[in-house]
């Protein structure tokens, strides 16, 4: 009878922790579902503004036919984004066919050729190119390839698809090597060892193994670029000269999606049509972005699939 | 290569064509990276060059002055300090938490599949985009206005992926022989996280954080319309009130001012990729201590 109390204490103690145990798992299946929460928040938020106006106010034919953005304009204010779109694809699509090559060379050279403590250095630096602020690229855009620009092709300005296009390059490409050479990593060493067995070169092992196994991943990871340039506000916002424009050559300046509602936001009363016709680009924007993110997910699990 | 085999003499030929190649793919996706690095290089010792002379003391401690077209960046810098500081009290308990649930307890069903895919999604929203959800949500619908809450509460969820994914990475790195050594002396699920898992990733999480928090001083868009502001001439006092930040500043005195001597701008523009590079140079440096020191 003597051991009873402490017995008694003990089993108090284990119901403390096992009641912990409970309260945690709680707690951290939140936290495990705020990103869920979180994503579709956005969604709602920017269409509680911006939907109402897509769906009733907005003349959708116009909104993606028509290059005139004059949404001040009096009495009657239009709401053409094309020369938005264009703007953002014709900087996108320079950017990637900047960064597309030179990301999955460089993938292919760290993740395959490189060794050692150059592998280690190269992959240093590509992270440090990752991590330079968009605005810093922006200001490199405005300050350092303007005038180089203007100087090189003897142009008017410098500020344009052409430079846009090269900043977000240099941008994008870094974060497309790493994703890159992930896939590149997620090929098993076995199969590269099964074909330097048979007496492959390196590159033929890379050209015959390596990059048709690792090929959805491959193509994930330019997807992956082509939504952050997509999105990317900042560096174009102060690189593309920012003036509504359907582009027709590299050195027209045009005007993207993203930096239309960086500029304009702050001018607009809340509730304007000004103001919810910036939402309705977000919610364009938010859908892209994840169709793109969506694409990416399918093309890497499949990916996946096929190894295992 | 049984081709080579049958014609013997045109095997010396083949294989020297397959080293050549070799060789030549070798260099050239090496001259790739090479270029993909030197623009980078150059522009950095460019920025050091013109801003380096703007660096001073004075201007790490002074208010703007005249317009913002001469002085320092004292406001600028203790703003984005507030907004790195309230947005990791949000993101840091959040994204641990969610990188526990994805790594010690997530089951492989649909509802891991979908936070893994909102993650992704949540990392790849244009930062404009999250200023757009900051401003209606955070500014207007919780009426927190535009202040240093709003704008860090909308850093938060945008840099959230970064913690989740680095520490889920750390966590998973944690032998499963460890736990199972903890369970079986009965301890809970819980007590094992915290006294076992935790301790074994502190410093992993803590490379993670500095890493969220380069992402953080860097962000522009976001903040914009949430509570970052043009000029203010005192410090913020709470988090109801706005502020100045680096990356703003630096938009600001590069495009929203005229008359500015060409080193302000450079200057600012120095510090904070200074501030981001050593951020995560010491991040880097971390994980490469870390690798060295690791046990298993």
Redesign the interface.
Known sequence: MADQPSRNRLEDKLDA??V??RV??Y??????????V??L??FL??A??GLGFALFDLDVGYFFSSPNWRPTAEPEPQFGALALIAGTASVTGLAMLVAV???L??A???GE??TGKTR?T?K??????A??????W???G???LNPLIIEVFDVPVGLTVLNAGVILG?MA??IM?TIAEDALKAVPDTYREAAEA??A????V?RQVVLPSAKNGLVAAVL?GV??G?????AVL?ASGHSVNLPTSPFDSVRAL?AT??SE??ETA?GSDHYRV??TL?IL??LV??V???L??VLVRRGDKKQA | ?SEVDVRGFRAESLDHR??R??RL??L???L??V???V??VI?IS??VVRGGPALSWEFFTAYPAANMTAGGIFPALVGTLWLVAVALAVSL??????A???S???PDNL?TR?????????A??????????G???FV??FEFGTSILAASLTLA?MT??VV?VSTRETLQAVPQSFRVACWSLG?????T??KVVLPNSLSGILTGII?EV??T?????PI??TGAVFFLPFLPQGVMDQTMAM??H??NV??QVTGVPESL??GV?LS??GM??LL??VS?AFR?HLRRIKKW
Request: glycine share 8%; hydrophobic share 60%; net charge neutral.
């Open positions: 922790a096992w912990w145990d945690a798992k707690a951290i299946f939140l936290g495990g579902i705020s990103a869920i979180f994503v928040a956005i938020f920017i509680r503004e090559p030179f990301a060379g460089s292919i050279y760290i050729f490189a280690e190269l240093v630096l590509v992270e440090l190119l991590a330079t602020p968009s605005v810093v922006g200001f490199i405005l300050t350092i240099l490409a870094p090597a048979m007496g070169t390196r590159w033929q890379i992956l939504g952050r997509f999105g990317e506000t900042m102060m993203t509602i960086a936001l702050g809340q910036l939402f977000g924007l938010f972005t994840f793109i993110n969506l990416a997910d | 290569m397959n080293q190649n070799q793919f070798q050239m996706f090496g790739m990276t270029v993909l690095i623009p980078v522009i460019l920025l308990p959040l994204g641990v938490a969610a526990i649930y994805l010690e307890y997530a509802l979908l936070i893994n895919l909102a993650i992704i999604n949540l790849g929203v244009p930062s404009i985009v999250h200023a757009l959800f401003l209606g949500a207007l619908f969820i959230l992926p989740i301890a809970t699920r819980w007590q996280i915290r890493l380069s992402r001083v860097g962000e522009t868009a914009m319309f990356s703003l630096l938009y590069a495009t701008p450079y523009a904070l990729i981001v590079i995560n140079s880097i490469i």
